[in-house]
């Protein structure tokens, strides 16, 4: 997998961050039956400043929040249906998935109310992250069982319990 993080801000020990990157992101590639070593993705490891930044300038949402994710390719899902997932030919460079940031103290802070190790739901929020920039999405109830499913059963080959 080759994911390219950056920690920009925050509380991150970079060097954790990217294990666990590096492991969630795979998990999820693989779960879909992708080869992780021909897809990459970037990550902002930020601040809650940042993300609310961000927040505001893609989202007009001026307020933190924990993760945010950009396709590098336009998805245009009808409601109800599955994405179809990327085609990466061998031999070529690693196709580019996407775009994730996430906020530390906000991670954090969910991961605390929650009563959930750290690692645990940061894991859970880069699998979310993962299949975001894959064209999954929980805009409707139907939408939001298959990718809770989907995350529910990654997590599970980590070693994450089920965080529904």
């Given at each position: 997998?080759?994911?390219?993080?950056?920690?920009?801000?925050?509380?991150?020990?970079?060097?954790a961050?990217?294990?666990?990157?590096?492991?969630?992101?795979?998990?999820?590639l693989r779960?879909?039956e992708?080869?992780?070593?021909?897809?990459?993705?970037?990550?902002?490891?930020?601040?809650?400043?940042?993300?609310?930044?961000?927040?505001?300038?893609?989202?007009?949402?001026?307020?933190?929040?924990?993760?945010?994710?950009w396709?590098?390719?336009?998805?245009?899902?009808?409601?109800?249906?599955?994405?179809q997932?990327p085609?990466?030919?061998?031999?070529?460079?690693?196709?580019?998935l996407?775009?994730?940031?996430?906020?530390?103290?906000?991670?954090?802070?969910?991961?605390?109310?929650?009563?959930?190790?750290?690692?645990?739901?940061?894991?859970?929020?880069?699998?979310?992250?993962?299949?975001?920039?894959?064209?999954?999405?929980?805009?409707?109830?139907?939408?939001?069982?298959?990718?809770?499913?989907?995350?529910t059963?990654?997590?599970?080959?980590?070693?994450?319990?089920?965080?529904?």
């Amino acid at each position: 997998m080759s994911v390219d993080v950056i920690v920009e801000a925050g509380d991150w020990d970079d060097a954790a961050f990217t294990a666990l990157a590096e492991a969630a992101c795979d998990a999820a590639l693989r779960h879909l039956e992708l080869d992780p070593d021909r897809f990459e993705i970037s990550l902002l490891a930020c601040d809650d400043a940042r993300i609310a930044d961000l927040n505001a300038d893609f989202r007009g949402k001026p307020t933190p929040t924990n993760v945010l994710s950009w396709p590098a390719e336009e998805i245009d899902l009808p409601l109800g249906e599955s994405p179809q997932l990327p085609t990466a030919p061998a031999g070529g460079p690693p196709v580019e998935l996407g775009d994730i940031a996430i906020a530390h103290e906000t991670c954090e802070r969910e991961a605390r109310d929650l009563g959930r190790p750290f690692a645990h739901h940061l894991s859970h929020l880069l699998v979310h992250g993962t299949l975001h920039l894959l064209g999954f999405d929980h805009i409707n109830d139907a939408d939001a069982a298959v990718m809770e499913g989907l995350e529910t059963r990654i997590l599970a080959t980590l070693g994450v319990p089920a965080p529904y």
